[in-house]
């Protein structure tokens, strides 16, 4: 069992690179699933969730060459199974996306059901219903996904709420359909866009993306024999910029586009810090205490749910009480038990929580609850005077590359102990 231990109290300066985005990268994966042909795909994040991704590909015949730890090569032309690794999906949320790809490439998957962060109830009811309205069979026993179909045909899907996932998948799902599809109340998340750019890059035909609606014309085949670069981690960015504003901090964020981190900066300014716009990078500073803020989140371009842990941090040290209304996930607000152990002062009621902002926190051993619930501990632990120790850190590492030694080299002292 690994931990992190944190010794603040740290400003934390400097300059960091962010990686591509986490959540483009495992929906991209298994859309190479729809390829008969090889692809490369660069600037992906070297975190756990990709190595079990690639893990699965390879069990439904997938070939992958790795050219250094995040640029890859995936031959997909030749798939020897139908029947997906449940030990492996099981161990992250994104592993859905093998169905859509599947149902498109092959007309036929078995898969678990997916595992990923505890946030509360996460059905695949709108999933379910673009593959059903798109022609195919789908039926859930006994803890599998079994979906067939003889030959998907294009059509009208409404999404009776705004999914990333459901849209994605349907998205997949529709490229080698026969005829037009048109996704309504699409999600307009920069990951769908990217999906989108990707697929279109291999041969498809995706209008829309980023919208909310989407239009896919079915092609016959996609060829590959494409390179693809994906999109930077617009989360990650946003971790690092609460993590300069909550240390009072001064930090360059490059690789990034801040026009994917719009809400995040208005937000920021709310509370007093400064953001300096470069376009591909974006320098956040702040000398004083935060002011109390409220925050809703919201699908895209709204505030980002996984950003709602790491401004919890921020607006835990806030002059003043802050309020955040969490309107996608249930069980969201578990970090505030941990930051309460620090010193903070939130109380919790459903998916409101308050925020009784205090001078300081200190270091004291918490657990991490879900991924974006760990990265809020290590900037509470970098602010906080003392050592912090987190515990339960493999969900961190499944979604931040290097997140020790990427805070490290913007002067926190952290370290990765194994017990
Ligand atoms: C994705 C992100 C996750 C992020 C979330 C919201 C990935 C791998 N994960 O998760 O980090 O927190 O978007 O930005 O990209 N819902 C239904 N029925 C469905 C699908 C979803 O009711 O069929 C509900 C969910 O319970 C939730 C809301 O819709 O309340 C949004 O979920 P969704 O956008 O699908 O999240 P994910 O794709 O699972």
Redesign the pocket.
């Known amino acids: 069992m690994e931990k992190l231990v944190v010794t603040g109290p740290t400003r934390l300066k400097g300059e960091v690179e962010i990686s591509g985005a ?2 483009a990268a ?2 991209i994966l298994p859309a190479t699933l729809l390829i008969n042909g090889t692809c490369t795909i660069e600037n992906l994040p070297n975190i756990s969730d990709i190595k079990i991704s690639c893990e699965i590909l390879e069990k439904l015949g997938a070939k992958i060459t790795w050219h250094n730890k995040n640029c890859i090569t995936i031959d997909t032309s030749h798939l020897t199974t139908t029947k997906a690794p449940m030990d492996l999906t099981s161990k ?3 592993s859905y996306y093998i169905i859509g790809a599947m149902l498109g490439r092959m007309g036929e998957i078995e898969v678990g059901m997916p595992g ?2 505890k ?11 673009g593959f059903e309205l798109l022609g195919a069979n789908v039926s859930v026993e006994k803890g599998k996904i079994y979906a067939k179909a003889n030959k998907l045909q294009g059509t009208s899907i409404y999404m ?9 998948n349907v998205m997949l799902s529709a490229v080698l359909a026969k005829g037009t599809t048109v996704i309504d109340n699409a ?1 307009k ?1 920069p ?1 769908i866009v990217d999906v989108a750019n990707f697929l279109n890059t291999m041969g498809a035909d995706i209008r829309g993306a980023g919208t909310d609606v989407i239009k896919i014309n079915g092609v016959e085949k996609l060829c590959g024999n494409a390179t693809y670069s994906v999109v930077p981690d617009q ?1 990650e960015a946003g971790t690092f910029m609460l993590a300069a504003v909550a240390t009072k901090g001064d930090l360059l964020i490059k690789n990034c586009i801040t026009k994917h981190l719009e809400s995040t900066t208005a937000k920021i300014l709310e509370v007093g810090g400064n953001v300096e716009d470069f376009g591909d990078a974006i320098r956040v500073w702040c000398d004083k205490k935060p002011c109390k803020a409220n925050i809703k989140t919201l ?2 371009p709204g505030f ?3 950003l709602q842990p790491q401004i919890g941090v921020v607006l835990s040290l806030a002059n003043g009480t802050s309020i955040i209304n969490e309107s ?3 069980s969201r607000f578990q970090y505030t038990e941990e930051l309460n152990k620090m010193g903070a002062k939130i109380t919790s009621h459903g998916k409101t929580a308050f925020f009784e902002g205090v001078d300081k926190l200190y270091g004291a051993p918490v657990c991490s609850s879900d ?2 619930a760990g990265a809020a501990l290590v900037i509470a632990g970098t602010v906080a005077e003392g050592m912090t120790e987190i515990y339960n850190i493999e969900h961190i590492d499944r979604g931040y590359e290097n997140i020790e030694e990427k805070f490290r080299n913007i002067g926190a002292n952290i370290k990765r102990i194994s017990e």
Not at 161 to 166: K, L, N, P, T
């Open positions: 986490k959540n495992v929906a992250f949320r994104a990923g962060c946030l509360g109830a996460r059905p695949i009811d709108q999933h379910i219903k009776d709420i705004v999914s990333v996932g459901a849209t994605i999600a998340e990951h989360i699908p895209y980002p749910t996984d996608i996930w249930d991924l974006r």
